[in-house]
Structures are given as C-alpha cells and as structure tokens.
C-alpha cells in the first residue's frame, strides 16, 4: 500500500515538472501590426538591441511581474537566461542610460489588454490567456 | 526597480500650460549600493611610496575596513516625450564620507531609433565595466580588475556623446563617439593638498559587435593632461639639485624640465575586449595601453585581465588573473642627465654608493621616472552568490605580486551589492 501511494506521488511530481515544463507562451502583438516577427526579434526587443519593429514602427515592450510563470518560461526559453542574469543585464543598460526596461503588467489578462488597445505593444502570455483581439506572432 | 516608474502629471505650472498643453511626464527612479568590508592579510606586505607611507591594497590596509568602497546611488529619469529624457545619478561614496556627487547628468535626444544624441556629464567608457563601475550587482567580482581600471580619477567627463546601434547581419553593432573636459582633484599620499588635474580635449571612440553570446570591444581615445605637479617637483627634485650644484651655476633647461612636468602632455589610449557567455560559464578579457608623452609618468601603462566563472545556480565562482606593465619616459630622463654638467663624472660621491657624483644625480633622477612604474600580476579567487532577486553577495581572496616592491600583498574582501 505504502509502496503504491509513494509510486503514485512520484508520478504525479513527475507530471507536475511535465506540465509545468510544457507551460506555452505566445508572443503577441496589436491586430494592426503586421510585422514579421522572429524569436531573434523577440530576443533583441527584449534586450534592448533594437527599438523599432522589423517593418518599422516603434516598440512599445510588455513585462510581466519578476517570478510569475509566463515570464520565467519566457525568459528561460525565448531570451534564454535565468532572472537573475537577466537583471543583471538590465542594470547595465538602466545605470548607463542605453535601455529603459519594459513595463510590467500584472497578469496575462493586463497584457492581453495593453496589447489589444496599442499599435506599438508586444508581450507575452501563456497561450490559455489568449483572445481573437491580438495577433499571435510565436509560440514557445 | 520596475516598480518604481511614477506617473506624474506636471499639468499644474502655469509656465508649462503657457508653452504647451499639459504634459505627462514619465518619471522613473532606480538605485544601486554596495557595502563592502575587507582587510589586507599582512601589513608587511604593503607597498610604501616615496616618503615611506604604506600604501592601501585595492582600497583596503590592516584594520578592517566597513567604509571606503561603499556605495549609494540614485538615478532620476524624466521621459519628456518626443524622443527627449533627461537623466541624473547621484553617487555617494564612503571612501568621500557619503559626499554625494552628480557622476552622471545628461539630457539625450533620439535621433533616430539607432541614433542617440547626449548633452551633459556622464562616465567616460574606456572600458567594458566602466560605465557601470559603481553597479556592483552588474558583474561578477568585487572590483573590476584595478590593474586595468585604475584611470587616477579622470573617469567623468562633460561634454557630447553621439551613440550609434544598429543590426549589421545578424550581429548587433555599438559606437560611441565622445568629446569633452574634465576636471579632478587628485590626492595623492606623497601630497598634502589635492592637486588639480585637467584632461581638456578629450575624443574618443569605441565600437563593440555583439552576435548572441559572442561580444567584441575596441576603444581608441586621445586627449592632452595637465596635473599640476610642478611645484612638488620643483620643491623635491630640481630646486635640491639645482642647490647642490651652485658652484657650476646650473639649471636644467626649461625644455628638460617640460619632460618631467605634467603641462599639456599628449595622451592617448587603445583598448581592446570580449566577452564568451553562453549562460553556464562566461570568459571576459580585457588589454589596454595609455601612452602619456613627455612627462615622468610611466609611458606606456599596459593592464591586461582575463576573468572567468562557471553559473551553478545561484553561486558563481570566478577567477581572475590580471597583468600590468610599465615603462618610463627615457627621452626625458636622457635629456636630463644629459644636461648634467661633465665635470661631475671627475667628483667623488660624498654618499660613497656611486662611483662619481654624475652617477649619483643620475639615478636620483632616475627614481623620479622609477617612482610612478607598475609591475603587478594579481590574481583573484571570488564566489558570488544571488541570494535574492536584487540582492547579490560576494566573496572574494585578492592577491598581487608587485614587482616594483617586490611585495606581494593579499586581501579578503566581501561585498553585497543591491539594485532597487
């Protein structure tokens, strides 16, 4: 009996860190925008390597609360580092006047929100999150 | 830190309302410190300068010390719209008893969206870390390497900066092209008042190409110096010599003289750089040389550095290996000791450790061009530790051996750094 409940318990961890793994983000921008995006886009928007859209227009760039699940998978999977090298980055490009870091917003439905209502938005959201009133460019 | 953005409506003056319709003005404010304390391990060790006075070892002596690389800083940035911010950071520093200092006051106008425009006073970049020296959460060690960074206090500067991003193939090009003026006292533990020093015409430039964990660095700068050694020189080296040989009536010549003081002397530095940094381990190096002619201060002051850590999870260990080397002004000192008078080679040395007295001035005159070389291999063993998201500790075990000294100086040092 012991033994079965011990099993099921590792089964269901294991099926925790699958799912938890398999969380898919979108990354989404306003209706009217029709830029063709890359993850290399993604990247350097989020890096602060380029201000304006491939198809030109500026970039207005969403965050998401440090810690919350739709930007740990973002930022480990798409910019493909942790938080805190992540931070790091940034405070050298706050402290030296090259970067002003993307606003947060609270949740995925903020994003979705923001994104919808400006031109210039992009964010990311786990792909549940997502309605017909934004344009998917990426899933990850 | 990204919580700290304020959205305030200046709606209110009525000067504004009277040049514009009301504005909303996007205020954001950062910050940065960092506490240090550390303690060299054997005041033996120490090097001494000329008058005898040992000398700290990367800001540390014998007795523990809590205070003098401390530091605290906010940063004010107003967004005014239309492409214009104005930005200032306020450092203050234990090392000055928290006298707090504007490092960075710059008002910047995007061009383009590759092409930014500043007006102000803001660091200059000689190097890959300096233009966040002070942000010890930015990088991994204590203190980026000294052998390298170590630019006696001339690291500000008023004046334009033209920054230059753009994608070329994949890879992300930066230019920064730079001209300005700066101003600093300098004190000097041979000295017992500040000195003035001046670098007044400044223009320098730096390219880097960044291709995802690829970046390569290269910096070119020229200015002319002034530091105004002239009357410490004149009190305890050309006056003594110029007395002790008054029977021949002598004096150097005033263009001789030039080769010793620091007045409107050439300088120029090269640099070059990069960065390895995949995630789970990162390689950063570093190798610069300041040229600065006709003065008695070395020339060329070469520092070079290689640093490398591995990331395992929170903890990065790291290790650095640095490297300086110097030579001096021979023009100059030749020309001095060329102006010696010949007789002096048929008189005896009263000190008796020379064999002739032109000998003995000689080498007097050689300790002057000596006293500022620098010959060090550092080597350093440190662990950083990101034990919560804005807050990093590290330790550190820093050692020298100067070869100028002919000491080999080690200190302990541990620091958290905090950005809000």
């Known amino acids: 009996m012991k033994s079965i409940f011990s099993k099921f318990a590792v089964a269901s961890a294991a099926w925790m860190i699958a799912s938890f793994a398999n969380a898919e983000i979108a990354v989404i921008v306003n209706l009217a925008n029709q830029s063709n995006i890359t993850t290399e886009d993604v990247q350097k928007i989020y890096l602060a390597k380029t201000k304006t859209f491939p198809g030109g227009g500026k970039i207005v760039a969403l965050d998401q609360t440090e810690g919350a699940a739709p930007r740990m998978e973002f930022v480990s999977k798409i910019i493909k580092k942790d938080e805190a090298q992540m931070k790091a980055y940034w405070s050298r490009l706050i402290f030296t006047g090259k970067g002003v870091p993307p606003k947060v917003m609270a949740s995925d439905a903020e994003v979705v929100e923001a994104v919808a209502s400006n031109t210039s938005a992009i964010g990311f959201v786990d792909v549940g999150a997502v309605t017909d009133k934004v344009r998917v460019v990426g899933k990850f | 830190m990204i919580n700290n953005v304020v959205r305030a409506g200046f709606a209110c003056s009525a000067i504004a309302l009277s040049i514009s ?142 920054e230059w991003q753009t994608d070329v193939g994949g890879w992300t090009s930066r230019a920064t092209a730079l001209t300005g003026r700066s101003d600093t006292e300098l004190t000097l533990p041979m000295l017992s008042a500040p000195i003035k020093g001046k670098v007044p015409r400044l223009g320098l430039l730096t390219w880097s190409m960044n291709h995802d964990w690829f970046t390569a660095r290269a910096i070119y700068a020229h200015s002319s110096l002034s530091i105004d050694f002239k009357e410490f020189l004149d009190s305890n080296v050309f006056n003594p010599i110029e007395a002790s040989l008054a029977p021949f009536d002598f004096h150097f010549s005033p263009g001789a003289k030039k080769q010793v003081y620091v007045q409107e002397d050439k300088a120029k530095f090269y640099g070059v750089g990069f960065i390895i940094d995949p995630g789970p381990f990162f390689v950063i ?85 000596n006293a500022d070389l620098h010959e060090e291999d550092a080597y350093n063993l440190g662990l950083r530790y990101d034990f919560h998201p804005s807050a990093a500790f590290k330790i550190e075990y820093m050692m020298a051996n100067d070869h100028m000294h002919n000491v080999k100086p080690s200190a302990i040092a541990a620091a958290v750094s905090v950005i809000f």
Do not use: C
């Open chain 2, 21 to 162: 319709p009301a504005q909303a003005v996007d205020l954001r404010f950062d910050g940065f410190a960092t506490f240090e304390v550390g303690q060299v391990l054997d005041d033996k060790e120490l090097p001494k300068d000329l008058m005898g006075n040992r000398l700290p070892f990367r800001g540390f002596d014998d007795q523990i010390n809590f205070q003098s690389n401390n530091v605290f800083a906010l940063q004010a940035r107003a967004d005014l719209g239309g492409d214009l911010s104005a930005t200032t950071q306020i450092i203050a520093k234990g090392a000055t008893d928290y006298d707090a200092k504007f490092t960075w006051a710059y008002i910047s106008y995007d061009l383009t969206p590759e092409l930014t425009l500043s007006v102000g006073r803001f660091r200059i970049p000689y190097f890959i870390y300096s233009d966040t020296l002070d942000v010890g959460y930015s990088y991994h060690f204590i203190q980026p390497p000294v052998n390298t960074y170590e630019i006696g206090g001339f690291d500000a500067t008023n004046g334009v900066k033209l």
């Open chain 2, 285 to 369: 190096a570093e190798a610069t040389t300041l040229n600065l002619y006709d003065s008695f201060m070395r020339n060329p002051n070469m520092g070079q550095y290689v640093s490398a850590g591995l990331r395992i999870g929170k903890f990065t260990p790291y290790i650095t290996i640095e490297n300086a080397e110097s030579d001096f002004n021979k023009k100059g000192y030749q020309r001095l000791v060329g102006e010696l008078p010949g007789a002096l080679h048929s008189i005896q040395d009263q000190t008796g450790a020379f064999a002739n007295a032109h000998d003995y001035l000689s080498a007097t005159l050689r300790g002057l061009f």
